[in-house]
């Protein structure tokens, strides 16, 4: 697999309490949390949001089959563009991992048609993550229930479509919870949104959440093999129906 770790990259430099957690940027953990749990398995690359083209020309898409996206205060900046790049690549089969604030993305919103508000947010909040859909890819060798320290609460109702496939719920120390593991399918193409990982908090440290991350890229990524031309197409074969 070819997977690439995109980051806006601007509040790791902006603000210590960021800084403080991930000095070197979101992107170089979640590149290190792949490689420990991927191996040889995936070549990771980073594209950041202050290189040309948002680091995701035709070039680097193309070449692409999962594609992790993180961003929060400067995603209004990517540019249109791009943004229609990257959605017609998922539509013709690359995975997207859409990570806790990129939810309201833009990219997020081109794809799922929703605007991804929360009804409200909590910082500092411990989390349960619950697994709900037991069996799963994503969730193999993962506990049950995983727990966060210290988060960020995101509350219902979230401004998102019915998930095709609902793996996690979060329940905070408030009472409130979320859906906060999300599988959608979008054309050929297969979508995660993952809400913990909040910038003030080493959660992407956590093993449990490395393994989910690394399960949701495979989980993602196209099948080694492309489906027949008439099946990609939308086309039947000939006599479909005696063939069914």
Not at 27 to 33: D, P, R
Not at 68 to 89: A, M, P
Not at 106 to 127: C, F, N, P, V, Y
Request: aromatic share 10%.
């Amino acid at each position: 697999m070819n997977v690439t770790v995109w980051n806006e990259f601007y509040e790791e430099k902006k603000f210590p309490s960021v800084s403080s957690v991930y000095p070197d940027g979101l992107h170089v953990v979640l590149e290190q949390a792949l490689a420990e749990h991927l191996g040889p398995e995936a070549d990771t690359r980073v594209a950041l949001q202050e290189e040309p083209e948002h680091g995701l020309s035709e070039a680097v898409l193309e070449a692409t089959d999962v594609l992790l996206w993180w961003s929060h205060l400067k995603d209004d900046e990517v540019g249109d563009e791009v943004v229609e790049r990257v959605k017609r690549r998922v539509l013709d089969g690359m995975g997207l991992l859409i990570l806790h604030s990129a939810i309201g993305s833009k990219i997020a919103k081109a794809l799922l048609g929703t605007s991804g508000q929360m009804t409200g947010w909590r910082h500092g909040d411990s989390e349960l993550l619950w697994t709900i859909l037991p069996g799963h890819e994503i969730v193999s060798g993962v506990p049950n229930p995983v727990v966060i320290p210290a988060g960020e609460m995101y509350g219902e109702p979230l401004d998102i479509p019915a998930p095709d496939e609902l793996v996690f719920i979060s329940s905070y120390q408030g009472g409130e919870v979320l859906r906060s593991g999300c599988g959608f399918h979008r054309g050929r193409g297969r979508i995660f949104f993952f809400a913990p990982g909040h910038e003030e908090s080493p959660i992407y440290f956590q093993p449990e959440i490395r393994r989910i991350l690394a399960n949701a890229v495979r989980w993602a990524a196209p099948p080694a093999q492309p489906q027949p031309r008439s099946a990609r197409q939308g086309e039947y074969p000939k006599n479909w129906w005696v063939q069914a």
